[in-house]
Nanobody, 118 residues
């Protein structure tokens, strides 16, 4: 069973930066390397939304509003996905979830809270 564990969330001032990590276990290197992985977030009173995703064939894509501020990367040998977030605003506040999709099966982490506030 695939397990995803996010880390790196916290409280940051507007304009600050955070780097989230999502470590996968219970899968293989080849599956992780070719799976589609994504970062989602759910703000207070909002629906969960896709922030960034990376697929084996499609590269990395970002939702409007974070491109240029957020950078997603993947270390296949560590089976870890990262989300570097910069120039954070209060609108970036929410619980950030990691997702792995492999052959139409979705796996989710438990989420990590990001709060942007002065």
């Amino acid at each position: 069973q695939v397990q995803l564990v996010e880390s790196g969330g916290g409280l940051v001032h507007p304009g600050g930066s955070l780097k989230l990590a999502c470590e996968a276990s219970g899968t293989t290197f080849s599956i992780f390397a070719t799976a589609t992985v994504g970062w989602y977030r759910q703000g207070p009173g909002k629906q969960r939304e896709l922030v960034a995703s990376e697929s084996f064939t499609g590269g990395t894509k970002y939702v409007d509003g974070v491109e240029g501020r957020f950078t997603m990367s993947k270390d296949n040998h560590k089976m870890t996905v990262y989300l570097q977030m910069s120039l954070l605003t209060p609108e970036d506040t929410g619980v950030y979830y990691c997702n792995l999709n492999w052959r139409s099966e979705d796996y989710w982490g438990q989420g990590t809270q990001v709060t942007v506030s002065s």
